[in-house]
């Protein structure tokens, strides 16, 4: 009776450990403590649309764009030639990922 209890609450415990990681585009890491940071009147969904317009203005591709979740990451982008893609080995050092979070900071 008790190994079948441990089992049980073995397998209860994984299933809830991959039920909280599992799913959403954001990563689980913070933004740099240097990196930028404003407040904005509006919300995190309507943020993340309103980035994801104006990086395809600039010639960048986002990679991962989550509304719902206020995330919004580009893909590599060379500042050289101003393209969007694959990073080739050789040019590595002329590319950047740009990445974005919004998120509400309170009621409103």
């Known amino acids: 009776m008790q190994r079948r209890l441990m089992t049980a609450a073995a397998v ?9 990681g599992a799913g959403g585009v954001r990563p689980s890491y913070k933004p740099f403590p240097q990196a ?4 904005v009147k509006a919300s ?5 649309q309103e ?3 104006r990086i395809l203005a600039e010639n960048m591709q986002p990679q991962w764009s989550s509304p719902a979740e206020g995330y919004l990451e580009t893909q590599a982008y060379n500042v050289v030639t101003r393209q969007s ?3 080739q080995n050789a040019d590595r050092e002329n590319y950047v990922t740009i990445r974005f979070w919004a998120d509400s900071i309170g009621a409103g």
């Open 12 to 20: 209860a415990l994984v299933a809830t450990g991959i039920a909280c």
């Open 36 to 39: 930028k940071v404003d407040t």
């Open 44 to 48: 995190p969904s309507a943020i993340i």
């Open 51 to 53: 980035l994801a317009a």
């Open 85 to 87: 893609g694959n990073i």
